[in-house]
C-alpha cells in the first residue's frame, strides 16, 4: 500500500511582469517589459539612472498603475526605500508595529528586530539611530507582515562600505529565514554579484539581459568566474554603466 505524506501547502511567490508599458507624457519608460521572479528567488535589477528601475518597482508595489500589460503579484508585499522612510515622531517599535493587528503584534515586531539585530534598541527614537540601523529598522517594518514579495530599492546606497557589507550578510540571513521572493535595486554591480541569484540589467524600456548566478560564497568575492561576469554586466551596462 502506498503512502501519502501531507505536506503544507506552498504559499506562491514572486511575481510575472508581461508586456507592461508606463509613459509619462511622451517619454516611454517602460516598452513592453517582460520579467519573471520566481519562487523564493532573490532577482537584482541593474540598471543606468533614469532607465526606470524605481518606476518597475513602484508598478510591483502597486504604488502606481501600467498603462499597458499586466502585473501579477502576491497579495503581501514590502517595500523598502534608500531613505528609511520611518517616522520620526514613534520609536522603533512603534515604527515596525504601525499597521499592524492582533495580540501578538509586538512580539512578532520584538523578535524581528532581533533577527536583524537591534534587540534592546526597540525604545530608541529613529534620529538616534547610525543609517544602517534605520535601514534594519526598515528591514525589520517590511518583514514583520510575512510577506511572499520584498520589493528594496537602492537600499544600502546611502550606507557606508562596511556597513553596506553587513547588510549583505543580514539579507543573506534573513532570506533563508522568511521564504519570499525578492527584487532589489542596485547600481552596485559588486552588490549585484554578493547577493543574487540573478542579475536582470534593464535598458531601453526593458530587460535586455538576464545571469543566472551560480557561484558559491567564496567565488562570488573573488574567482576567474565573478570577474567574468562582472565584465559582462558592465558590457550589459554600457558606457553610462561604466563608473
Ligand atoms: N511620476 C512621474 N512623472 C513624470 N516622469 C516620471 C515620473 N516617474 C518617473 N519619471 C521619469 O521616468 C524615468 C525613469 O525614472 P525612474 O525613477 O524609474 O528611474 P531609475 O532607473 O529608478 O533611476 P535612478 O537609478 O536614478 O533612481 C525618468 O526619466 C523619470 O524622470
Same mark, same amino acid.
Given at each position: 500500500m502506498? #503512502?501519502?505524506? %501531507?505536506?503544507?501547502?506552498?504559499?506562491?511567490t514572486g511575481a510575472v511582469v508581461e508586456q507592461v508599458v508606463r509613459q509619462f507624457g511622451d517619454r516611454v519608460v517602460l516598452d513592453r517589459l517582460d520579467l519573471t521572479i520566481g519562487d523564493e528567488e532573490l532577482v537584482i535589477l541593474l540598471g543606468p539612472s533614469g532607465c526606470g528601475k524605481s518606476t518597475l518597482l513602484r508598478l510591483l508595489a502597486g504604488l502606481d498603475r501600467p498603462d499597458g500589460g499586466r502585473v501579477e503579484v502576491p497579495a503581501r508585499r514590502a517595500i523598502v526605500f534608500q531613505a528609511d522612510r520611518l517616522l520620526p515622531w514613534q520609536r522603533v517599535l512603534r515604527n515596525v508595529t504601525l499597521g499592524l493587528h492582533g495580540p501578538d503584534a509586538e512580539q512578532r515586531a520584538r523578535d524581528v528586530l532581533a533577527e536583524v539585530g537591534l534587540a534592546g534598541r526597540e525604545k530608541a527614537w !529613529?534620529?538616534? $539611530?547610525?543609517?544602517?540601523? %534605520?535601514?534594519?529598522?526598515?528591514? %525589520?517594518? %517590511? $518583514?514583520? #507582515?510575512? !510577506?511572499e514579495l520584498v520589493l528594496l530599492d537602492e537600499p544600502f546606497a546611502a550606507l557606508d562600505a562596511i556597513t553596506r557589507l553587513r547588510m549583505h550578510d543580514l539579507v543573506r540571513a534573513l532570506r533563508t529565514r522568511h521564504h519570499a521572493a525578492m527584487l532589489l535595486v542596485t547600481h552596485d554591480v559588486d552588490e549585484a554579484i554578493a547577493l543574487a541569484d540573478r542579475i536582470v540589467v534593464m535598458s531601453n524600456g526593458r530587460i535586455g539581459a538576464s545571469h543566472e548566478v551560480h557561484l558559491g560564497a567564496a567565488d562570488r568575492e573573488a574567482s576567474v568566474a565573478r570577474e567574468e561576469l562582472r565584465a559582462r554586466l558592465l558590457e550589459d551596462l554600457g558606457p553610462a554603466g561604466q563608473h
Open positions: 502506498s #503512502s501519502t505524506v %501531507a505536506t503544507e501547502p506552498r504559499r506562491q !529613529p534620529k538616534e $539611530l547610525s543609517g544602517g540601523e %534605520a535601514q534594519r529598522v526598515s528591514l %525589520a517594518r %517590511a $518583514l514583520v #507582515s510575512e !510577506p
